[in-house]
């Protein structure tokens, strides 16, 4: 039978959109918008100043497993 248990998939988008929350607070005063899921990034914060911060975002749901870790 195929395993169809979207646990670590759920708690990889919950990790994503928290990590973008915590880039947005922390670029909060330069910070003109964000995106999840963006075109060239997992994270893409964009600046007054025309600056793109991109952040790749990876979680880990098991603590022993860190095949997808660099």
Do not use: H, P
């Not at 646990?7 to 973008?20: C, E, H, L, P, T």
């Not at 910070?31 to 793109?52: F, P, S």
């Amino acid at each position: 039978m195929v395993n169809r248990n979207a646990s670590a998939s759920a708690f990889g988008w919950d990790f994503q959109s928290n990590a973008a929350i915590i880039l947005m607070l922390k670029n909060i005063r330069e910070a003109t918008a964000i995106k999840v899921e963006g075109q060239m990034e997992d994270i893409e914060v964009y600046l007054e100043n025309g600056n793109i911060i991109y952040s790749q975002a990876k979680s880990v749901f098991k603590a022993e497993d860190f095949s997808n870790v660099k």
